[in-house]
C-alpha cells in the first residue's frame, strides 16, 4: 500500500510479537464478541497454523511496539477449513475479518480483503477461497467476487452464508 498512512503485515503466528498477538486479541474480542454481543470463543486453538494480516497506522514502521492495529484478518489453510457444500471440502478460508470501530469507512476492509485474497492466489494457486460472511456483508463480499453458496445459516447467534471465490 504505497503511498498509505497504514502498513500491512503478513506473519505466522510464532512471528508475532506478544504486543501484536494482544492487539490482535484485544480487536477481535473488541469487534465480535462486545460489539456484536455474541458470546463465543473466539480462541479456537487453530491460530498457531494460520498466517495472520495485520494493517497497523504508525509514523514509525520499524517499532512494532509503537503501531495502531487498525484491520486484521487471517488465513486459514486448507488442512484447516472446510466447506460442507463444496464438491473440495478442503479449501484455504478467510476468517475473522475486521477494522476497528474508529477506522471503518475509509475502505480498509476492501484492502484487507483484496491483499488477502491476493496471499491465498499466491500460496494456493487455482483453489477456490473460502470465507463464512455474516449476511449483512453479502453485497460486500460479492463485489470482491465472492459466489453465495447454499442458505444462511445461524453461527453463535449471527446469521452467516458460505461464499466462494473461484
Known sequence: MKNSPYHV????????TNHQLLQILQARCQVFIIEQQC??????????????ISMVSSAD???????NLVAY?????????????????VIPAIGRVLVTAEHRGQGLARKLMQYAIDVCQRL???QPIYISAQTYL????????????????????????????D
Not at 9 to 16: C, H, R
Not at 61 to 67: A, I, Q
Open 9 to 16: 503485515t503478513l506473519q505466522t503466528f510464532t512471528e508475532l
Open 39 to 52: 458470546i463465543y470463543q473466539d480462541i479456537d486453538g487453530i491460530d498457531p497454523q494460520c498466517l495472520h
Open 61 to 67: 514502521t520499524s517499532d512494532t511496539n509503537n503501531h
Open 73 to 89: 484478518c487471517r488465513i486459514i489453510p486448507p488442512a484447516l477449513s472446510t466447506l460442507s457444500t463444496s464438491p473440495n471440502p
Open 124 to 126: 494456493y494457486p487455482n
Open 138 to 165: 453479502t453485497d460486500f463480499y460479492q463485489s470482491l467476487g465472492f459466489v453465495v453458496q447454499g442458505k444462511p445459516y445461524d453461527e453463535d447467534g449471527i446469521e452467516h452464508i458460505d461464499m466462494l471465490l
